[in-house]
C-alpha cells in the first residue's frame, strides 16, 4: 500500500483516523502499531517478519544496554546490538553485490540468491540503531513499554522511505502527544501538498522520461533533458514523500523534523548536502563522522573521514558501483570545497553560484539514476555526443514543448516561491477559506489522476 493510491486515500487512512481519535489515550498507541503492521502487511506479508522481529530485538537490546549502564559489557552489548540490527539490512540488501564482485574478481560460480529487497528496511534498521546508540550514550531514555517502541519503529507515515525519525526527537510524543484542531488541520493540508508534488508533478516527469529514454534513436538535448526532468522528479517524488511523512504525523500528535529546505537554491554542495534529505546527512554525521573524529583531526584524518562517510553515503542507497561512485563523486567536491573552493565561490555572483550547484547536482543524479557502471558511461556519453549521435530530434523537441509547463511549474515550485505566496494569501481576509480549498481541489485531481493512471511507486522504496 502506498500513500498515493485510492484504498489508503479512501480506505486505510479513514478507519485508522477514525479509529485512533475515537479510542481513548491508553490504546493510541496500540491503534497505530496494529495500522501499521497491517499497512506493512499488505505490501510485504512474507517480510513482515523482518521488521517485527528487528523492532523486538531493538527493544530488547535497549533494555539491555540500560541494564549494563557504567558496566564493563555495556560497549560489548552495543556491539552485539548493532550487528545483529544490521544483519538483516546486509543480507537481504548486498548479499548478491558481494557474491558477484567475488564471482568476478576470483572467477568463481556461486549462485546469486537474488533477494527481493524488504521494503523500509534502511529506514527502519537506522532507526532502531539510532536508538540504541542514543539509549548508549544517555542521550535518550529506554523505552519499556514494547508496544511504544515498536510503534515507534512500525509507526506507517514514515515506515517505507522516512525521513529517518531518531526516537529522541519524538520520545516525549510517544506517551504524552496532545492533538488540537489546528495541528489537525496543518496535517491535511501538508499531506496534501506532498501528495500533489508526487501524483501531479512527479508522476508525470516521469511519464515523460520514460517515453523519450525508451526511443531506439536518441540525440544529446534527449539525454539532457531526461537528466534535468530526473532531477526534479526525484526532489518531488521524494520531498512529497516526506511532506506526507510529516502531515500524517502533525494528525496523529508527531513532530517530525523536516527532511528537505529547497535543495535547488544552494550556492555550493556543501550546502546543499545541508537542505537534502537532511534526516540521512545528520544520521552519519552524528553516528559515523563524528564518531570517526569529524574535523578535529588531522587534514588527512578529516579527508579520510569523508571519504569514509560518502562511501557509506552511497553504498547505503544501493548495492551497485554507481550509488558508490555517487557518494564518492560528492565527497569530492564537498572536499574541493572546504579546502579551498568555497571561498573562490563566494565571490561570484549569486546566479553563477547556484548555477554551479545545479550543473553538478544534476551530473550526480546522472550517476545515481543509472542501473550500474555501463549506464552511467552510456549516460554521459549520451550527453555529450558521444559515438556522433545528433543534437536534437524531433521526438524530443515535441515533448519539450509538450511539457515546458509542466517543467516549468516544476522548476518554479522547487524553489520557495510558492510558500512565499502562500504565506501571504494565508494572512489576508479570505486566507482561512483557501487552505481547506487547495486540499479539497489537490485530492479530487489526484483522485481522477490515479482513478484513472497506472501505480507509480515512490523512488525511494528501492533503497
Same mark, same amino acid.
Given at each position: 500500500?502506498?500513500?498515493?493510491?485510492?484504498?489508503?486515500?479512501?480506505? *486505510?487512512? &479513514?478507519?485508522? +483516523?477514525?479509529?485512533? @481519535?475515537?479510542?481513548?489515550?491508553? #490504546?493510541?498507541? =496500540?491503534? !497505530?502499531?496494529?495500522?501499521?503492521?497491517?499497512?506493512?502487511?499488505?505490501?510485504?506479508?512474507?517480510?513482515?517478519?523482518?521488521?517485527?522481529?528487528?523492532?523486538?530485538?531493538?527493544?530488547?537490546?535497549?533494555?539491555?544496554?540500560?541494564?549494563?549502564?557504567?558496566?564493563?559489557?555495556?560497549?560489548?552489548?552495543?556491539?552485539?546490538?548493532?550487528?545483529?540490527?544490521?544483519?538483516?539490512?546486509?543480507?537481504?540488501?548486498?548479499?548478491? *553485490?558481494? &557474491?558477484?564482485? +567475488?564471482?568476478?574478481? @576470483?572467477?568463481?560460480?556461486?549462485? #546469486?540468491?537474488? =533477494?527481493? !529487497?524488504?521494503?523500509?528496511?534502511?529506514?527502519?534498521?537506522?532507526?532502531?540503531?539510532?536508538?540504541?546508540?542514543?539509549?548508549?550514550?544517555?542521550?535518550?531514555?529506554?523505552?519499556?513499554?514494547?508496544?511504544?517502541?515498536?510503534?515507534?519503529?512500525?509507526?506507517?507515515?514514515?515506515?517505507?522511505?522516512?525521513?529517518?525519525?531518531?526516537?529522541?526527537?519524538?520520545?516525549?510524543?510517544?506517551?504524552?502527544?496532545?492533538?488540537?484542531?489546528?495541528?489537525?488541520?496543518?496535517?491535511?493540508?501538508? @499531506?496534501?501538498?506532498?501528495?500533489?508534488?508526487?501524483? =501531479?508533478?512527479?508522476?508525470?516527469?516521469?511519464?515523460?522520461?520514460?517515453?523519450?529514454?525508451?526511443?531506439?534513436?536518441?540525440?544529446?538535448?534527449?539525454?539532457?533533458?531526461?537528466?534535468?526532468?530526473?532531477?526534479?522528479?526525484?526532489?518531488?517524488?521524494?520531498?512529497?514523500?516526506?511532506?506526507?511523512?510529516?502531515?500524517?504525523?502533525?494528525?496523529?500528535?508527531?513532530?517530525?523534523?523536516?527532511?528537505?529546505?529547497?535543495?535547488?537554491?544552494?550556492?555550493?554542495?556543501?550546502?546543499?548536502?545541508?537542505?537534502?534529505?537532511?534526516?540521512?546527512?545528520?544520521?552519519?554525521?552524528?553516528?559515523?563522522?563524528?564518531?570517526?573524529?569529524?574535523?578535529?583531526?588531522?587534514?588527512?584524518?578529516?579527508?579520510?573521514?569523508?571519504?569514509?562517510?560518502?562511501?557509506?553515503?552511497?553504498?547505503?542507497?544501493?548495492?551497485?558501483?554507481?550509488?558508490?561512485?555517487?557518494?564518492?563523486?560528492?565527497?569530492?567536491?564537498?572536499?574541493?570545497?572546504?579546502?579551498?573552493?568555497?571561498?573562490?565561490?563566494?565571490?561570484?555572483?549569486?546566479?553563477?553560484?547556484?548555477?554551479?550547484?545545479?550543473?553538478?547536482?544534476?551530473?550526480?543524479?546522472?550517476?545515481?539514476?543509472?542501473?550500474?557502471?555501463?549506464?552511467?558511461?552510456?549516460?554521459?556519453?549520451?550527453?555529450?555526443?558521444?559515438?556522433?549521435?545528433?543534437?536534437?530530434?524531433?521526438?524530443?523537441?515535441?515533448?519539450?514543448?509538450?511539457?515546458?509547463?509542466?517543467?516549468?511549474?516544476?522548476?518554479?515550485?522547487?524553489?520557495?516561491?510558492?510558500?512565499?505566496?502562500?504565506?501571504?494569501?494565508?494572512?489576508?481576509?479570505?486566507?482561512?477559506?483557501?487552505?481547506?480549498?487547495?486540499?479539497?481541489?489537490?485530492?479530487?485531481?489526484?483522485?481522477?489522476?490515479?482513478?484513472?493512471?497506472?501505480?507509480?511507486?515512490?523512488?525511494?522504496?528501492?533503497?
Amino acid at each position: 500500500m502506498i500513500f498515493s493510491s485510492v484504498p489508503f486515500l479512501y480506505g *486505510f487512512l &479513514i478507519v485508522v +483516523i477514525a479509529l485512533y @481519535f475515537l479510542l481513548p489515550k491508553k #490504546l493510541k498507541n =496500540l491503534v !497505530l502499531l496494529l495500522s501499521s503492521l497491517f499497512f506493512y502487511f499488505y505490501g510485504e506479508p512474507i517480510y513482515s517478519i523482518i521488521m517485527v522481529t528487528s523492532s523486538f530485538s531493538g527493544y530488547l537490546f535497549g533494555l539491555l544496554i540500560e541494564n549494563t549502564r557504567g558496566k564493563k559489557p555495556s560497549k560489548l552489548v552495543l556491539w552485539i546490538a548493532t550487528a545483529v540490527t544490521l544483519a538483516p539490512l546486509i543480507f537481504f540488501k548486498y548479499s548478491d *553485490f558481494f &557474491i558477484t564482485n +567475488i564471482n568476478g574478481v @576470483f572467477k568463481s560460480d556461486i549462485n #546469486l540468491l537474488r =533477494l527481493a !529487497l524488504p521494503i523500509g528496511i534502511s529506514f527502519y534498521t537506522f532507526q532502531i540503531l539510532s536508538y540504541l546508540i542514543d539509549v548508549y550514550r544517555g542521550d535518550a531514555r529506554v523505552q519499556k513499554n514494547p508496544i511504544s517502541f515498536m510503534a515507534y519503529v512500525s509507526l506507517f507515515p514514515q515506515l517505507i522511505a522516512g525521513p529517518i525519525v531518531r526516537y529522541q526527537t519524538i520520545q516525549d510524543e510517544l506517551d504524552g502527544r496532545t492533538h488540537s484542531l489546528s495541528d489537525f488541520s496543518y496535517g491535511i493540508t501538508r @499531506f496534501c501538498v506532498g501528495l500533489g508534488k508526487k501524483v =501531479l508533478i512527479a508522476d508525470s516527469l516521469s511519464a515523460m522520461i520514460l517515453s523519450l529514454s525508451s526511443a531506439a534513436d536518441r540525440s544529446v538535448l534527449s539525454f539532457w533533458v531526461c537528466a534535468i526532468a530526473f532531477t526534479l522528479q526525484i526532489y518531488f517524488d521524494f520531498s512529497g514523500y516526506s511532506d506526507m511523512a510529516i502531515g500524517l504525523g502533525r494528525i496523529f500528535g508527531f513532530h517530525f523534523l523536516e527532511n528537505f529546505n529547497y535543495p535547488y537554491i544552494s550556492k555550493s554542495v556543501t550546502e546543499f548536502w545541508r537542505r537534502w534529505h537532511i534526516s540521512l546527512g545528520s544520521w552519519f554525521r552524528d553516528y559515523v563522522y563524528i564518531p570517526m573524529g569529524g574535523n578535529r583531526c588531522s587534514k588527512g584524518k578529516w579527508m579520510f573521514n569523508i571519504l569514509v562517510v560518502w562511501f557509506l553515503t552511497g553504498f547505503w542507497h544501493g548495492a551497485s558501483w554507481n550509488f558508490i561512485v555517487w557518494g564518492l563523486y560528492f565527497a569530492t567536491f564537498l572536499l574541493l570545497e572546504k579546502l579551498f573552493l568555497a571561498k573562490k565561490l563566494e565571490k561570484l555572483p549569486m546566479w553563477l553560484q547556484i548555477l554551479y550547484t545545479l550543473i553538478l547536482v544534476n551530473f550526480g543524479f546522472v550517476i545515481f539514476n543509472a542501473n550500474d557502471l555501463s549506464g552511467v558511461i552510456a549516460n554521459f556519453g549520451g550527453m555529450f555526443g558521444a559515438g556522433g549521435i545528433p543534437l536534437t530530434d524531433s521526438r524530443t523537441v515535441y515533448y519539450l514543448l509538450g511539457n515546458a509547463v509542466l517543467l516549468l511549474i516544476a522548476a518554479v515550485g522547487a524553489t520557495p516561491l510558492p510558500k512565499k505566496l502562500a504565506d501571504k494569501l494565508r494572512n489576508t481576509s479570505f486566507g482561512w477559506v483557501l487552505e481547506p480549498l487547495f486540499a479539497v481541489v489537490t485530492l479530487l485531481l489526484v483522485t481522477a489522476y490515479l482513478v484513472d493512471g497506472s501505480f507509480s511507486p515512490f523512488l525511494y522504496f528501492r533503497f
